[in-house]
Structure formats: structure tokens, C-alpha cells
């Protein structure tokens, strides 16, 4: 079983900054994807972008240039949002695939004002 823990959303104006936070507990393979998903009100949860345990990483065309994904470790990943727009207003969540299997966190809020 594994666990997701996000941390960092907020409210930003459009333009700033937002650094999100994720961190797993429990059975952590050392081999595994992590990303972010976000979901807006209305609308179908979406990829914002994926980093491999190795390092490679995918981007959703609209956050290209704006977002960057990272890891310290296995067990964590950080996405930094810079250039918000009121857009990329929504509840972001941490995912996991770790062993054939998804896994997602509990969501945190981003909201950018106009």
C-alpha cells in the first residue's frame, strides 16, 4: 500500500508562483513513475506532467515552458508553476504507477486570480 501527501497549493495572482509538494510512504518500488494531475471544476482530471525514477519526464503541452517537475528521491516529487494563468486554477493531485499499480493523493487546491 502506498500512500500520497501534496502539499503547497494556494491562491496566486495570474503571473506568479506556486512550488506543489508530494511525498509517499509505504511500499515504494525503487523503480516507478510519479506525476501531477490537475482537475478543474466541470471538467475531466487531466496530466500536467510525469517524471520517471530515472528521471524522464512528460509534459502536457499547456505547461510547457511554465512548469517544471522534479525528484530528490523515489518518494518524493515537486512540481514548480511559474506564469500561472487563472487557467491552471484546480485541484492538483500527486500520482503514483509503483509496481502495476495507481495511486493518488488527496488533492490541493491551486486557484489564480485574474
Known amino acids: 500500500q502506498v500512500q500520497l501527501v501534496e502539499s503547497g497549493g494556494g491562491l496566486v495572482q495570474a503571473g506568479g508562483s506556486l512550488r506543489l509538494s508530494c511525498a509517499a510512504s509505504?511500499?515504494?518500488?525503487?523503480?516507478?513513475?510519479m506525476g501531477w494531475y490537475r482537475q478543474a471544476p466541470g471538467k475531466q482530471r487531466e496530466l500536467v506532467a510525469t517524471?520517471?525514477?530515472?528521471?524522464?519526464t512528460n509534459y502536457a503541452d499547456f505547461v510547457k515552458g511554465r512548469f517544471t517537475i522534479s525528484r530528490d528521491n523515489v518518494r518524493t516529487v515537486s512540481l514548480q508553476m511559474n506564469s500561472l494563468k487563472p487557467e491552471d486554477t484546480g485541484v492538483y493531485y500527486c500520482?503514483?504507477?509503483?509496481?502495476?499499480?495507481?495511486?493518488w493523493g488527496q488533492g490541493t487546491q491551486v486557484t489564480v486570480s485574474s
Open positions: 500520482n503514483t504507477l509503483n509496481m502495476a499499480v495507481m495511486y
Open positions: 509505504g511500499s515504494i518500488s525503487s523503480i516507478n513513475v
Open positions: 517524471i520517471t525514477s530515472g528521471g524522464r
